[in-house]
């Protein structure tokens, strides 16, 4: 059973449009962490979110982390080709100290 | 200043044959965490060590194992390799907070033939 379930396992958009990917689970995180990541490297971190309702920017993506902190969005605006990649979720679980993973967005944005 | 370096890039091993992966941390990091990230399964948390002690392990065989060393470096061995060993393994680091955040290498690919 995963505990982070991830949507859409894979998106394929043409420059310009806008996305949604989601990070839902049924436990509640202390707090939750996006990365990016290229084939054969490791992952980038983007954000970190903590408290419940919690909005984030970083130029084009916004990131959002439910009241209940139980669930989290990263939305895209405008995507460029430079955005392709593999986006995860990741969050502590209560006092844990390592990341739980979800399964990860696979996204491609065609010129 | 320089991010976590892990070693080798690359590494091809025959079944039944032992590995030794390494890791530096963050200069100020006293956590780190290693990660297996297979093909088609996402990346699945292995161990933990803080101030050179396993804190924590994932659901793996005790054949994964490994240690963390004064300076806060830390190596994963893992002995008896089967097939499905063959994965990018990762290594991440952060500070001893809770809630910090984990900052990870380029990863070891490791290939069991």
């Known amino acids: 059973t995963q505990l982070l379930e991830q949507s859409p396992q894979f998106l394929s958009i043409q420059e310009g449009e806008n996305l949604t990917v989601y990070c839902n689970s049924s436990s509640v995180f202390s707090s939750l962490q996006w990365y990016r990541q290229e084939p054969g490297e490791g992952p980038v971190l983007l954000v970190t979110v903590v408290t419940g309702g919690e909005v984030k920017k970083l130029k084009r993506l916004t990131f959002q982390f439910g009241d209940a902190r139980k669930d989290s969005s990263l939305h895209i605006t405008a995507a460029q080709p430079g955005d392709t990649g593999l986006y995860l979720c990741a969050g502590r679980l209560g006092s844990a100290r390592q990341l739980t993973f979800g399964s990860g967005t696979q996204l491609t944005v065609l010129p | 200043e320089a991010g976590v370096t892990q070693s080798p890039t690359h590494l091809i091993k025959t079944r039944g044959q032992q590995v030794t992966l390494r890791c530096s941390p963050i200069s100020g990091h006293t956590s780190v965490y290693w990660y297996q990230q297979a093909l088609g399964l996402g990346l699945q948390f292995l161990l933990w060590?803080?101030?050179?002690?396993?804190?924590n392990r994932g659901n793996f065989p005790p054949r994964f194992s490994g240690r963390q060393f004064p300076n806060y470096s830390s190596e994963l061995n893992v002995n008896a390799l089967e097939l499905e060993d063959s994965a990018l393994y990762l290594c991440a680091s952060s500070q001893g907070q809770v809630n910090t955040e984990a900052f990870f290498g380029q990863g070891t690919r490791l290939t069991v033939v």
């Open positions: 060590y803080d101030e050179g002690e396993e804190r």
